[in-house]
């Protein structure tokens, strides 16, 4: 198996895959951050995440961990 990256794969298109998979309760308490607890949307997680090197550094790497089933 080649090892996984991200590259090509927009960060909105790791969000939406993480939240189809798990939800946002599910994802919020995974990663411990406020846009996926309180009131989450794509957009304003989009947003916090582009700022927020540490965070979205998380998002990628549970991207990378998960076993998708398709």
């Given at each position: 198996?080649?090892?996984?990256?991200?590259e090509?794969?927009?960060?909105?298109?790791?969000?939406?895959?993480?939240?189809?998979?798990?939800?946002?309760?599910?994802?919020?308490?995974?990663?411990?951050?406020n846009?996926?607890?309180?009131?989450?949307?794509?957009?304003?997680?989009l947003?916090?995440?582009?700022?927020?090197?540490w965070a979205?550094e998380?998002?990628?790497a549970?991207?990378?961990?998960t076993?998708?089933?398709?």
């Amino acid at each position: 198996m080649s090892v996984q990256s991200l590259e090509g794969i927009t960060l909105e298109s790791v969000l939406t895959r993480l939240v189809e998979h798990y939800g946002w309760e599910k994802l919020g308490r995974r990663i411990d951050i406020n846009c996926f607890q309180k009131d989450p949307s794509i957009k304003s997680s989009l947003k916090f995440l582009r700022r927020t090197p540490w965070a979205r550094e998380q998002v990628e790497a549970l991207y990378l961990e998960t076993r998708f089933t398709n």
